[in-house]
Nanobody, 124 residues
Framework: QVQLVESGGGLVQAGGSLRLSCAASGRTLSTYAMGWFRQAPGKERESVAAISRSGLSTNYADSVKGRFTISRDNAKNTVYLQMNSLKPEDTAVYYC?????????????????WGQGTQVTVSS
């Protein structure tokens, strides 16, 4: 199995940027499709972005399209989420997750392994 550790969260003003990283250990990351998710207080966890094993295919939630970019470096066993033009409504705990099944956005049950999350807070 794979262990995932997120980093890069923090406090940023609206309009700012953050880059989240998700470092994997235990198994080669290229084995998995990867996704980023977020959960705000009192809300359900939602899918933000997904990337295929090769990195050639990506998909985004409408709320972040054009502002967030998911990428991966399989040689470094790391997945990234570049977040630009951040808004207060982006405030949430962000999680990365790995799927040994098909790649896809929104299919939360398909993701077998989860990191512990990193807090992102966007002030207005």
């Amino acid at each position: 199995q794979v262990q995932l550790v997120e980093s890069g969260g923090g406090l940023v003003q609206a309009g700012g940027s953050l880059r989240l990283s998700c470092a994997a250990s235990g198994r080669t990351l290229s084995t998995y499709a990867m996704g980023w998710f977020r959960q705000a207080p009192g809300k359900e966890r939602e899918s933000v972005a997904a990337i295929s094993r090769s990195g050639l295919s990506t998909n985004y939630a409408d709320s972040v399209k054009g502002r967030f970019t998911i990428s991966r470096d399989n040689a470094k066993n790391t997945v990234y989420l570049q977040m630009n033009s951040l808004k207060p409504e982006d405030t949430a705990v962000y999680y990365c997750a790995a799927s040994s099944g098909p790649y896809g956005l929104g299919n939360i049950p398909a993701y077998n392994y989860w990191g512990q999350g990193t807090q992102v807070t966007v002030s207005s």
